[in-house]
């Protein structure tokens, strides 16, 4: 007999939680991040508590784990009841944090997170000063994919005044978010 989606979501949610295997957790991690992208699952995701998993394993100092938790929320923010979960369980900070992985995969799909959620209430956060003054380094990324995706974060989603504020700052300092390695 075949399982329903909801009990094999079940059983993939139970089987991260309880495996002690690092190679399992990343299979079973990679696997919901893939559910994530079908609205079908959404429903289904949010009653096993998926985005808080997704956004607890954003903790994780396995990069592996990062990218694909990074990668799910990015899935699930495109439905505004999981991008309204995420805002209210303060996903954004997080997801920052995310902004200065060395693995440019979860560096992209952190940009893209960070589109998703702006919304009016949200904007302060998502676009705050040190957000703007990444992808200001980020636009200059010698990665095509990373520099465009910035720029377009820069022009769609900041004001030319963040932007100019941004600039002015970087000009006096030297730290801040490395660039991901290629």
Known sequence: MELGRLEYLQ?????????DSPEAK????????????????YEYLRQLQVPDLFL??????????????????CNLCLDKTNKDY????NGVE???????????????SAVTTLMYLTT??????????PVVECMLRFSLSASRR??????????????PLQVEEARNLSKHTAVGIPLPKD
Request: charged share 15%; aromatic share 6%.
């Open 11 to 19: 059983a993939l949610v139970t089987e991260f939680q309880v495996t």
């Open 26 to 41: 990343e299979q079973v991690l990679a696997n919901l991040a893939n559910f994530a992208y079908d609205p079908k699952n």
């Open 56 to 73: 607890d394993t954003l903790a994780e100092d396995s990069e592996t784990l990062v990218e694909f938790a990074i990668g799910g929320l």
């Open 86 to 89: 995420i805002l209210e369980a």
């Open 94 to 108: 997080p997801i920052i944090n995310c902004l200065s992985s060395s693995n440019e995969e979860t560096v992209m």
């Open 120 to 129: 009016p209430q949200s904007r302060q956060q998502t676009t705050a000063l």
């Open 146 to 159: 990373l520099s465009n995706l910035a720029t377009v974060f820069l022009e769609d989603y900041c004001t």
